[in-house]
């Protein structure tokens, strides 16, 4: 079964401090992997996406990771701010249906001054 | 250009009303989404489709039923409200620009829906 296992479930931090999120999926065979973050009463807005032949791409502090052997991947948030205080759901997509998005559950982050 | 818009933003049921939720985007997307979203587990898909004119069952569609109204438009509708339909309702709608490469989704700001 296609799954996205993401941790830790939430996460406190100081800021101006660096953190890194973990996701795990068993999808199969796999397409790509993008990073949201969820704002509280908003929708899910993309960070990243990345395709099996790439294993770190950057936007700005938030630097993903891919391991497609191990099937892991990470989102490191580099000097933190409050306004990183969100969700960070990671998904992926399947090649056979690359329209189809399989969801983590995400993690809470909140960034304290 | 608004992107994905949703109506309404809140809405309370009573067991057993029906209502229509209502999705719109205006960036020419051929596929549209339903998805809900409960605490603790990941957002799940209703309901999708692909192209106008077509819709499919995604993960949790007992209890909905979908209507792809032109290309822009794609409702979600309960025709007898449950409790267990309480959650976050988002639509989004995808834009394929190659084979995985690109590909998009954009999501509305979501509807929160509580069923008594």
């Known amino acids: 079964k296609n799954q996205v296992e993401q941790s830790p479930q939430s996460l406190i931090i100081l800021e101006g401090k660096n953190c890194t999120l973990q996701?795990?999926?068993?999808?199969?065979?796999?397409?790509?992997l993008r990073w949201y973050k969820q704002d509280t009463g908003r929708g899910p807005v993309s960070l990243t996406i990345?395709?099996?032949?790439?294993n770190t791409k950057s936007n700005g502090r938030y630097t993903a990771t891919l391991d497609a052997d191990t099937k892991q991947s990470s989102l490191h948030i580099t000097a933190s701010q409050l306004s990183d205080s969100a969700s960070y759901i990671c998904?992926?997509?399947?090649?056979?249906?690359?329209?189809?998005?399989?969801f983590g559950s995400g993690t809470r982050l909140l960034v304290r001054p | 250009n608004a992107g994905v818009t949703q109506t309404p933003k809140f809405q309370v049921l009573k067991t057993g009303q029906s209502m229509t939720l209502q999705c719109a985007q205006d960036?020419?997307?051929?596929?549209m989404y339903w998805y809900r979203q409960d605490p603790g587990m990941g957002l799940r898909l209703i309901y999708y489709?692909?192209?106008?004119?077509?819709?499919d069952k995604g993960e949790v569609p007992n209890g909905y039923n979908v209507s792809r109204l032109n290309k822009r438009e794609f409702s979600l509708r309960l025709e007898s409200a449950a409790p267990s339909q309480t959650s976050v309702y988002f639509c989004?709608?995808?834009?394929?620009?190659?084979?995985?490469?690109?590909?998009?989704?954009?999501f509305g700001p979501g509807t929160r829906l509580t069923v008594l």
């Open positions: 998904v992926v997509s399947a090649k056979d249906s690359s329209y189809k998005l399989i």
């Open positions: 996701c795990n999926y068993t999808v199969s065979p796999f397409s790509n």
């Open positions: 990345m395709t099996f032949s790439e």
């Open positions: 960036m020419n997307h051929n596929s």
């Open positions: 489709s692909a192209s106008e004119g077509t819709t």
């Open positions: 989004a709608s995808y834009i394929a620009r190659g084979q995985g490469i690109g590909n998009e989704q954009f």
